[in-house]
């Protein structure tokens, strides 16, 4: 498919296209810029769902649940699993593309993507996937990605409404680092919830809730068991209530605030890359030895080299 | 302490004007940087031991035990714990400064910091609070970071060795996350090697090493039980051999490749910095809003600003 081929199929909302407009921004093909620039009036069109939790949690499961019931209710729904692959493995740990079947057979547009964040960072990147899976024009678009540090903190620069999830049995020396994501969670989710220690949890992730800055809308805890949809129906509640509770002036705020941090970290990265094609990689090599050899000290260092 | 007495006392490796110099980086203020241009020509003389690993893995206690170790070989040490606190939160999650008391009257220089890392990440603060640190003289600099995402990474950016402390008992669904950790580490401790399951653990790591790339000097695992001090001698055995493998030469290649990195981002930081008393902070906001309102697409947007 050329390029002007490639933004016709994009306009009719045409799913491979789509699926091939992904594989360039995974790849950070540079025609992926100019065919985003092309159909950008069309995006920024759906409710972005972001969903985090550590691995094994059943992230997926209540993804594709919470996928199918909408879909059920007549929305058109898009579903991106995110996998900010380590700088060192470069591995996915998501990767389940076999899931792509069953759901699409449902109507539903689901992605796996192994996302690098380089350029601007991954809630960047992210966002450029999102308004790609936007041309279906979809309703909803649920954001998956594992919560391993790096990811759960970026879901919420993207997402509409945050939904963390927890497990029981994940010992209790990792509940001194729920505090943290609890935090950015609009909607907590205690999967599994069918194991006997699962009311413990959620009677601890209240408590750490209610020690934790009160909000205007205090988060739910909502429990479920994804393997059999239980739970999912009152999950849906929540969120409904969270993007009312938004509403349009809200809503828009948050997504301005956000859009801003993004532009901004966009701006810096060019910055940085029409320096270095200026001064060249070798100068900046020549600097850090000098550095390393104590010949000046990095503050002056950097100083020289913007004034250049 | 106004500023010429504190450069002169940390020319004395003056405890509290090292302690002072740390608070001073630790709130970013703008003095921390006049002061360590100052004093550049005498930081960078130490071994830095970057050590990370989940939280309740006896992180702490196994830094406490190998400090003294080296401090009864003769050796001068520095410690740094740092904490990289969630944007959210703030708060955390180390902290425990009441180590300081009894670390100090082995002869060890010990501070907690709470490092924000706004400016150029979380590696680049690190590495200006161990400058101070070496301030004291010191052979040895053990860096220590909570294994939480971000921090995990970050510090083999500043590591000469880098050490990832493993404990058994975390659960299965914690594993399939330490694929990723486990490239990292120069050195790997099983602690706790006192539970019934640690022998387990070791195999674990050790089938995860041989299906990982391989590498020059294969990572040994170190089983130790940190509390009663079993395994730390044969933990400096460790330490030891990678610091003769890396030798002079891999071992001032390392160190520039990360500092190259970092000058990077610094660089990247300040030309934005820069960019933003140019343009205006309002210039952004207006950007933001056009863009979030489809009047213009991200990629022109950057490139008008980068113009301007």
Known sequence: MNKERLIEKLSEANVRAVARLITLIENE??????ILKKVWKETGKSYIIGITGPPGAGKSTIVDSLAKFLVEKGKKVGVLAVDPTSPFSGGAVLGDRLRM?????????????????????????????????????????IVETVGAGQGDVEIVKISDTTIVVEVPGLGDEVQAQKAGILEIGDILVVNKS??????????????????????????????TTATTGEGIDELWEEIKKHQEYLGKGRFKDNRLEKLKYELENQISQKLFTKKIVEIGDKEITKTSKDILNRKIDPFTAVDNIIKE
């Open 29 to 34: 093909n540079p025609l992926s810029e100019e």
């Open 194 to 223: 069918d194991r006997p220690v699962s009311d413990r949890l959620a009677r601890e992730l209240q408590m750490m809730l209610s020690l934790g800055d009160k909000k205007d809308l205090e988060s739910p805890i909502v429990p």
């Open 101 to 141: 079947t069953g759901a699409q057979s449902s109507g539903i547009f689901i992605r796996s993507v192994a996302s690098r964040g380089h350029l601007g960072g991954l809630a960047a990147t992210t966002r450029l996937l999102i308004n790609a899976v936007e041309l279906l024009g979809n309703d909803y678009t």
